[in-house]
């Protein structure tokens, strides 16, 4: 099995920063995406950012100014760095990862729970 766990989360002021970081671990043998989500009260998910195993990166056009995603391939980690938080920000962020457990096998896709980003003053 593959598991993806987020963090990073919590409450912040207006204009301040977060980063969230989301660890994939299990039966993986490489990573080829990871990608991040989110999904506000009452309202679809929506796409944020997506990164590569070769670095290339795409956002959500709104955001790509203040959010910035990076990997660490050897750690199987994404990370979301998100600044000048506004309240509509404020989500349930979930990370994917498009995951292939063995050599030749297809790619598949697994989500995390989710971790909580509150902005407000």
């Known amino acids: 099995q593959v598991q993806i766990v987020e963090s990073g989360g919590g409450l912040v002021q207006p204009g301040e920063s977060l980063r969230l970081s989301c660890v994939a671990s299990?039966?993986?043998?490489?990573?080829?995406?990871m990608g991040w989500y989110r999904q506000a009260a009452g309202k679809q998910r929506e796409f944020v950012a997506v990164?590569?195993?070769?670095?290339?990166?795409n956002y959500l056009d709104a955001l790509k100014d203040r959010f910035a995603i990076s990997m660490d391939k050897a750690k199987n980690t994404a990370y979301l760095q998100m600044n000048g938080l506004r309240p509509e920000d404020t989500a349930v962020y979930y990370c994917?990862?498009?995951?292939?457990?063995?050599?030749?096998?297809?790619?598949?896709?697994?989500w995390g729970r989710g971790t909580q980003v509150s902005v407000s003053s």
């Open positions: 299990g039966n993986i043998f490489s990573i080829y995406s």
């Open positions: 994917s990862a498009s995951v292939i457990r063995t050599s030749g096998d297809a790619m598949y896709p697994y």
């Open positions: 990164i590569n195993k070769h670095g290339d990166t």
